[in-house]
């Protein structure tokens, strides 16, 4: 039931355009992006709620298809401070007591100048 | 300033030990989870709560144990059943808007080695 990330790993220099994509097996309710420097805390993104909302946060955007039951994530005119590996959350459910985030894999993504 | 704490950053185990890991935040919310992280891998849940006194088994539940007693506590417990306990351990937390459970704020991390 984990959320499946593609790619693995992108390397790009410093300017490029990256699109980092979540799929899952089941019905989503929402879609949570996090960034997470090495050995550090996951950062919030953004949250994407079913409805195909979607959302922009500066230079990094990202959609929702929820009869899909995939996200993308876009980065666009990368900086070298959008280094770090991207995970994607996702939550089958509403809210109740069974409610959780399932984290994908991971994307690892270098920037270089 | 309202948070996730985690302590202590740096825990040794020895084989056959139980240790407990803290976690406590001041945000209000009603859930929280433990994730287990191991180099180059993603987070795999390990626990979770949505309310207090309430808690469900993750993926990965085996060879550990929670507590959700307080609204603002939810130790984890690693028992000498767990087998490999050497990751990073995150703890997060987040409250509903809604249907919809809103952004995850984690702790700073655990890391945990057995020696």
């Known amino acids: 039931q984990q959320p499946v990330q593609s790619p693995q790993a992108v390397i790009l220099r410093e300017g490029e355009d990256a699109v980092i994509n979540c799929s899952s097996s089941?019905?989503?309710?929402?879609v949570h992006w996090y960034r997470q420097k090495h050995g550090e805390a996951p950062v919030f993104l953004m949250i994407l709620l079913k409805g195909g909302e979607q959302k922009g946060h500066e230079k990094i955007s990202a959609s929702f298809n929820e009869k899909k039951q995939q996200s993308s994530l876009y980065l666009t005119a990368s900086q070298l401070s959008y280094s770090g590996t991207y995970f994607c959350?996702?939550?089958?459910?509403?809210?109740?007591?069974?409610?959780?985030?399932?984290f994908g894999s991971g994307t690892r993504l270098s920037i270089r100048p | 300033d309202g948070g996730i704490t985690q302590s202590p950053k740096y825990l040794f185990r020895k084989e056959g030990q139980n240790v407990t890991l803290s976690c406590e935040q001041n945000?209000?919310?009603?859930?929280m989870y433990w994730y287990r992280q191991d180099p180059g891998q993603g987070l795999r849940l390990i626990y979770y709560?949505?309310?207090?006194?309430?808690?469900q088994k993750g993926d990965i539940a085996e060879g550990y144990s929670v507590s959700r007693e307080k609204k603002e506590s939810f130790p984890l417990t690693v028992t000498s059943a767990q087998k490999n306990p050497t990751a990073f351990y995150l703890c997060a937390s987040n409250d509903r808007d809604g249907g919809a459970l809103t952004e995850a704020f984690f702790g700073q991390g655990t890391r945990l080695t057995v020696v």
């Open positions: 945000l209000n919310h009603d859930a």
């Open positions: 709560s949505q309310i207090v006194n309430d808690f």
């Open positions: 089941k019905a989503l309710y929402s």
């Open positions: 959350g996702t939550a089958a459910l509403g809210y109740s007591s069974a409610s959780k985030i399932i």
